[in-house]
């Protein structure tokens, strides 16, 4: 069976959720090798074996965070020499589709990004192959308007798929570590990190991974108000967010912008409290599961989208719910 | 000597409008009103702060695109930018990212340029990968998804706000960069600035005139399939209810019954 390249994601070693979600993609159209790059190998091993990565590729060094994106190109590049896989996926961060999109210039290939689904599609793994035969990957366009099937027609297809795309699955396999042998090319420290400042955590689960998310908007009303939206996100286990008004306004950090030029969230539950709907945001999460708003205008956008809707104010209707959601958790 | 700045600028379909695709599965460019895409126009403003602060610079809209997408140029003049060029050819029909950012590699380099500006994403395409992409071709620093940036003595500088932390980035000139939509509100074109730019020149380039062969670009030259589009069916209409004093009840209910609390 042909194998699949799986770039990993991860914090010292601490594997994120999407590149799970990846491994158990990727099986579908061979045997995962996952490439780890830069430390904490030892502590993500296991995870990725656990989760079916038959091989795991690793380098570290010091290049990996001194310089922007270059560096892991490289590496990636030596693991596909190496490998010669039958596709090349990596999760849809802002980082990881400019790796993945330099790397299919160097390779001369195709690249889809955001996928939401990827299936083997008929002629199992055709690599090099022009068209019919390599995997389909889904992606949700136009804000969210179509959805289309693709697939890359020249070269090794490198897909990035969107987080929450799949269920993580275990499926436990025997996997050796190897290193990767390479050098840096001339380009590799073109752009210099002078700085770095961590993003500080809040405790609540990640954006784009969380089950729930709640969100506020302009309806909110002031910095000092966002305390109600966070504490119905705690109420639930939710991560919060926020429309793009919200954070131009100063009331909630960027990092937390749900829509086209925020993250794309596409939970099991979305809450969206004072938000009008414009397109921009309905981009970011109208493929969320189940959708809830409040809303004082009846007229607002968003209803046209919600499984459940109350039109009132929501000073009064999302204290009241949380009041609620603690109640009956007892 | 003069600071050459090129700012790639894409006309998009009017994303509040009804978007579509064509019967050969590329984005429809004609049932909806095009624009320059409002995250270029980050670009534009943040090239035009650069000239501000240099001592000589010239600023270059570079589109490629069909007919219409000369109105993108325009807007890009409008607002100040000093003379524009269209890449147009009938073969260009259905290019993807490789073949567009082919393309506006060898445009950039006929022009000559000393920093690249581009949009964080397009908004129709919303790959978000093209100044990545243009970084490789080019062979020089990508200083890519930048909320803030500025040019001195030779070198670029700027902040990415990424996932995991933000970062402070640098690197010298030949460069490409990308700016998000955090950098700063981009001006209005001024009745003056409309009425000035009537008079700047555009250049318009073809397939030939860059030496791209034509199978290198197109729908048949791309490096992605688009298989089938399929319109998303509506949402099925929920429940409404009004708050009456137990709108936060009903929706717990509601929750309740959904198995999320
Ligand atoms: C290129 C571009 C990119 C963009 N990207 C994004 C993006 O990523 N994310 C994003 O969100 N937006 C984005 N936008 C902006 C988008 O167009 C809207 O302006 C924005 O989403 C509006 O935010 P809002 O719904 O919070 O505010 P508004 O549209 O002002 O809506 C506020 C809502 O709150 C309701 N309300 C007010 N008070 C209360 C109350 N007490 N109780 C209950 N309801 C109340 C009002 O009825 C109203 O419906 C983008 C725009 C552009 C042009
Ligand atoms: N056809 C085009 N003409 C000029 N610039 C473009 C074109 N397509 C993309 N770009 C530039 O590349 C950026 C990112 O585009 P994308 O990767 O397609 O989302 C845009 O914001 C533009 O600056």
């Not at chain 1, 596709?87 to 790796?99: G, N, Q, W, Y």
């Not at chain 1, 945001?281 to 956008?301: F, L, Y």
């Not at chain 2, 943040?46 to 602060?53: G, K, R, V």
């Not at chain 2, 129709?124 to 100044?131: E, I, K, Q, S």
């Amino acid at each position: 069976m042909s194998e699949v390249l799986v770039y990993v994601d991860h914090a010292d070693g601490a594997v994120r959720k999407p590149t799970l979600e990846l491994l158990t993609l990727a099986r579908r159209i061979g045997d995962p090798v996952a490439v780890h790059l830069g430390s904490g190998v030892d502590a993500a091993a296991p995870v990725l074996a656990e989760h079916g990565a038959v091989r795991v590729l690793t380098a570290d060094a010091a290049e990996f965070a001194d310089y922007l994106v270059v560096p892991k190109v490289d590496a990636l590049k030596a693991a596909y020499d190496a490998v010669q896989p039958a596709a090349v996926l990596l999760p849809s961060s802002v980082e990881c589709k400019e790796i993945g999109a330099r790397l299919a210039v160097r390779i001369g290939s195709g690249i889809i990004t955001d996928a939401v689904d990827v299936e083997a599609g008929d002629g199992g793994t055709a690599q090099g192959e022009a068209s019919g035969g390599g995997p389909v990957a889904t992606q949700t366009v136009f804000a969210a308007a179509y959805t289309t099937r693709s697939r890359v027609s020249r070269g090794t297809p490198v897909i990035t798929v969107k987080p929450n795309s799949a269920a993580p699955e275990a499926a436990p396999v025997e996997s050796a570590v190897e290193q990767l042998t390479f050098g840096f090319g001339e380009s590799a420290a073109g752009t210099k990190v002078v700085g770095r400042t961590p993003r500080e955590s809040t405790g609540r689960p990640e954006l784009t991974e969380a089950a729930i998310v709640v969100s506020g908007g302009r309806g909110v009303n002031g910095a000092e108000n966002f305390h109600l939206i966070e504490e119905l996100a705690d109420s639930l286990g939710a991560a919060v967010g926020a429309s793009r008004a919200a954070v131009d306004a100063g009331w909630y950090p960027h990092s937390h912008q749900v829509g086209q030029t925020g993250k794309t969230v596409s939970p099991q539950l979305y809450i969206a409290a004072g938000i009008s709907g414009a397109i921009q945001h309905r981009a970011g999460m109208q493929t969320s599961k189940t959708i809830v708003a409040v809303n004082k205008d009846s007229e607002a956008p968003i209803f046209d989208l919600v499984d459940y809707g109350v039109v009132g104010d929501l000073f009064a209707v999302v204290p009241q719910l949380t009041g609620e959601v603690e109640a009956r958790k007892g | 000597m003069s600071l050459r700045i090129v700012v790639c600028v894409k006309y998009v379909p009017d994303a509040t409008g009804d978007r579509h695709f064509s019967d050969d599965l590329t984005t429809d460019r004609e049932a909806v009103d095009g624009l320059l895409s409002e995250l270029d126009e980050y670009a534009v403003e943040q090239a035009l702060q650069i000239s501000e602060d240099a001592d000589d610079a010239e600023i270059t809209v570079l589109t490629v695109g069909p007919e219409d997408a000369r109105d993108a140029l325009r807007k890009g003049l409008s607002m100040g930018a000093d003379k524009a060029v269209h890449v147009e050819d009938d073969d260009l029909h259905g290019t993807d990212a490789l073949g567009t950012s082919l393309v506006l590699a060898k445009a950039v380099e006929h022009v000559g340029y000393d920093l690249v500006v581009c949009g964080m994403a397009s908004t129709d395409g919303t790959m978000g990968v093209l100044p990545a992409i243009l970084a490789e071709r080019l062979g020089v620093p990508q200083v890519t998804q930048l909320s803030t940036v500025a040019v001195a003595d030779g070198k670029v500088t700027g902040r990415r706000d990424g996932d995991a932390a933000s970062e402070q980035l640098e690197a010298s000139l030949p460069a490409v960069v990308s700016v998000t939509d955090q950098s700063g509100e981009a001006r209005y074109p001024s009745f003056k600035g409309i009425m000035a730019a009537k008079k700047k020149p555009v250049e318009t380039l073809d397939l030939d005139d860059l030496g791209i062969d034509a199978e290198e670009v197109g729908l048949a030259g791309a490096w992605t399939k688009v298989e089938d589009a399929t319109k998303r069916p509506p949402r099925t209409a929920g429940t409404i209810v009004k708050d009456e004093g137990e709108g936060g009840k009903q929706l717990a209910e509601f929750l309740a019954g959904q198995k999320f609390i």
